[in-house]
């Protein structure tokens, strides 16, 4: 099984931002879920593979980078939130892209993207258009389906804990999102959304950002917590909200915490504690 399934990758590329040219057609990529390290990239049109010298990587309002001088020994940095640009030159656009992306934290990612039908060139015909391409599966032919649910069959009372939420340290959660960016406060405006949605429980650190956090970074003054490296989503995490704040937050939210054990660096006699 792959690191990262393709329908999740897929979500990478940017609607409408296929764009065709005179002599090949560029495409945007936008990360939205975790710094990532790339050690090298191809491309295949239609299934040929597209040569390193025509294919080149670029981040916004930054200079192209040809895909031969990406390699283990001088990276690529995917940064959250960042659009990249795919520029692809001698090589016309096809009715599907598949992109093989070498990452130094999850292994070779690969996904496919394809145009709805009859759109895989541009609007007006003309060098220079923009293609509309969709991801692989979106357009397959629709199924009809029924269902009855007959509400008079109670069969018994659901437990309150499985509609709970999880709070995990991963792009804008905790930091920017319930907290201010810098963990100092939370934000009224999201506790009080969070407030009106009632949660029976909320789910502690996460996620995969649990693997490798240990309760004891978040509690006590704040100046005395150490900052520590989250492997899991490759970035410094500087506890200024950890264990202490979520409890608090737990209690004005009026919801039970669910503490979640570390199976990555931790210890049973740990999570005991």
């Known amino acids: ?18 764009k065709t040219q005179t002599d090949g ?12 390290t790339v050690t090298g ?8 593979r597209v040569p390193q010298t025509g294919l080149s990587l670029s981040a916004q309002g930054e200079t192209l980078l040809v895909a031969t001088a990406i390699h283990p020994q001088t990276p690529f940095p995917l940064s959250v939130g960042v659009v990249y640009t795919v520029q692809v030159q001698g090589v016309p656009v096809g009715q599907r892209l598949t992109l093989s992306v ?25 060098a ?23 509400a008079a069959a109670v069969i018994d009372e659901i437990n309150p804990y499985i509609y709970g939420h999880f709070v995990e340290h991963l792009e804008r959660c905790v930091y920017g999102g319930i907290w201010s960016e810098d963990g100092a406060r939370l934000r ?7 407030q009106a ?17 240990h309760w004891e970074d978040g509690i006590g003054p704040k100046e005395a917590r150490p900052r520590r490296f989250d492997h899991a989503w490759q970035s410094w995490e500087s506890n200024q909200v950890g264990t202490d704040e979520v409890m608090a937050f737990c209690a004005q939210v009026g919801t ?8 990555g660096s931790g210890t049973p006699e740990v999570s005991a504690l």
């Open 1 to 18: 099984m792959p690191a990262v399934p393709e329908f999740i990758l897929r979500k990478l590329f940017v609607q409408g931002s296929l």
């Open 197 to 213: 949605l009632q949660p029976p429980v909320i789910r502690y650190p996460g996620g995969n950002f649990a693997s490798g956090y």
């Open 41 to 48: 990239f191809n491309l295949d049109v239609d299934g040929q």
């Open 128 to 150: 220079g258009g923009t293609s509309h391409w969709l991801p692989r599966g979106l357009f397959r032919r629709s199924l009809k389906a029924e269902a009855g649910v007959d």
């Open 102 to 126: 070498e990452t130094r934290e999850a292994g070779l990612l690969t996904f496919s993207v394809q145009p709805k039908a009859g759109q895989a060139q541009s609007k007006s015909g003309a």
């Open 256 to 263: 039970d915490p669910f503490m979640v054990v570390n199976d």
């Open 188 to 194: 009224e405006d999201t506790l009080a959304l969070i």
């Open 25 to 36: 057609f560029s495409f945007a990529l936008n990360n939205t879920f975790a710094p990532a």
